[in-house]
């Protein structure tokens, strides 16, 4: 009798790829790689480096803000400032004696109040007495803080990473006061960057923070397809063994990431994800068509984090949407109250308690955040305001990643009553 796995032969190895030889330094491609030349980036290095100038005539460096979009190389240039500035500090006739500079970047997405930035700083400087963690004021984290850069002796560069998600801007303001108040020991500063996606968060500031800052400016504009190109072709001989990478590849990786606001990142890590998929469909070289798959990959990947990091409320709002999407769309969008209708049939398909259409209409804005939807707000007559909404993308990964929380597998066979939801008034 035939074994009736017959139809499935198990492959003899797991992890035997064919011997492929794809990558010959696979670290090249992460993300904390600082190469040695940068590209198209010479007037922000200039304009960075012009920020620590006055340490070398015996002054104190400006404070500064960052901005551009995602992967327009702002960390890597700071990376590589910082490099060169005690690479020279140490060769320079002009540097200060005795002055001892550190640098320190702090996540405001991770570390957003005074509080926890002065816990993470006081660690980061490796201060190792007791650090009382209840019952005390931030007063008593500027102290120990104080007290721990003046037995370093160092002068700190702090450099706010997404500081536009700081909750509360007076630890910038006490810190580009501390000369001033005498919390130094003479000639020791503290100096501040601040890095973020937007501008908008300059607007944003107190004024009495940004005059006391008296800080540059500096804008980092997206890449271009030529220069991501450039970017690529640097990294590819140093990354992949020689002739695994066509031209066009490094031209496709390009494009995609032109088009996504001219991200470095994207365009790098979409040529490692084309390589992974080239070793695991045994191919011995990267093609075009893994770029493509790379894109689908990575969009995938996406959708399942953003869908992941949801509450239940939020998956299940954007399954209705999701439905509406299918069920009821008559043309190119569909508008809250559709999505309500949807909603509200849902929650009597399952048996749960609906939330108010307002509800629902925050929850829409916020996907709208997410760039999950374009939403519009439109007149509907008679004063009333609606939006037309739109997925942006094909929103099937989306849809496959709500399946997977087992919550919402009741969903599966819903189906709803399109004409009766049509013609219900249900608020
Ligand atoms: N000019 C460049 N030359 C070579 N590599 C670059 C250049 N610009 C960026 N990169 C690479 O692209 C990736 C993203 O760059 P980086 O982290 O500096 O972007 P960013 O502007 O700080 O992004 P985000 O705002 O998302 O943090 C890194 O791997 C970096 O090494």
Known sequence: MDNINSDTPQPKTLFNFNNIKIFKNPHILDTGYVPDVLVGRDDEIRAVADIFYPIFIHGTPGHAFIYGPPG????????????????????????PDGLNLKHITVSCKKHDTTVRILMYLIAELGYTGKVSKRGVTSGYYYDIFYKALKEKSYSLTIIFDEIDRLRDDNILYNFSRSGELKDLNE?????????????????????????????????????NE?????????RVPLAFYPNVVSEDTVNRCAKEAAED???????IYLLQTAGHIAIKT???TVQPAHVVLAAQKIKEDISLQFVLNMSY???????????????????????????????????????????????????VSKFKMMGIVNANTTSKGRGGLTSQIVFIGDPTTLKNAIFKDGKFIRFVTYVPDVKKICSTQIW
Do not use: W
């Open 226 to 234: 030529d220069q991501l190109i450039q970017i690529l072709n640097m």
């Open 72 to 95: 327009a190389g702002k960390t890597v240039v700071l990376e590589h400032v910082f490099r060169q500035l005690y690479l020279e500090a140490e060769s320079s006739g002009n540097f």
């Open 282 to 284: 045994s191919c011995y």
């Open 313 to 363: 409320q939020e998956k299940f709002v954007l399954l209705a949407m999701l439905n509406t999407d299918i069920y009821l769309k008559k043309g190119k969008y569909f508008t809250t109250g559709d999505v309500y209708r949807i909603y509200y049939d849902m929650c009597k398909f399952v048996g749960e308690e609906e939330f108010s259409l307002a509800a629902i209409s925050q929850k």
């Open 261 to 267: 606001e001219g991200d470095a990142r994207r365009a």
């Open 187 to 223: 000639g020791q500063f503290i100096h501040i960057i601040g890095v973020s996606n937007s501008g908008l968060f300059i607007n944003s500031l107190d004024p009495r923070v940004d005059s006391s800052m008296q800080r540059e400016t500096i804008i980092f504009p997206p890449y």
